[in-house]
């Protein structure tokens, strides 16, 4: 059974930075493709950043220079470091964990999301 376990959320003044984590287990996590997305109150979840197997990351734009996604595969642990944090930043951020399988198929693991506010 694959379980995400995100971490790290909080309150943070605009400015702040804070570090996601997302702790894995029950998937072959080296070869998995991973992400966080984010969803504030009434809006539609959207895509924050991505790192593939081979380390190729991408952004949503207006974080990118501001947002870091890392992997550490010895870990099972994905982490996005942000910084220069928004008041517009301020949603629940999921961890997704994505593998093709040999159907073509694919499939996406959440995690149960982590809250983060960004407030003076």
């Known amino acids: 059974q694959v379980q995400l376990v995100e971490s790290g959320g909080g309150l943070v003044q605009p400015g702040g930075s804070l570090r996601l984590s997302c702790a894995a287990s029950?998937?072959?996590?080296?070869?998995?493709?991973l992400g966080w997305y984010r969803q504030a109150p009434g809006e539609q979840r959207e895509f924050v950043a991505l790192i593939s197997t081979g380390d190729y990351t991408n952004y949503l734009n207006s974080v990118k220079g501001r947002f870091t996604i890392s992997r550490d595969n010895a870990k099972n642990t994905l982490y996005l470091q942000m910084n220069s944090l928004r008041p517009e930043d301020t949603a629940v951020y999921y961890c997704?964990?994505?593998?093709?399988?040999?159907?073509?198929?694919?499939?996406?693991?959440w995690g149960q999301g982590t809250q983060v506010t960004v407030s003076s």
């Open positions: 029950g998937l072959n996590f080296r070869f998995a493709g």
């Open positions: 997704n964990a994505n593998q093709i399988q040999i159907t073509g198929q694919r499939i996406d693991y």
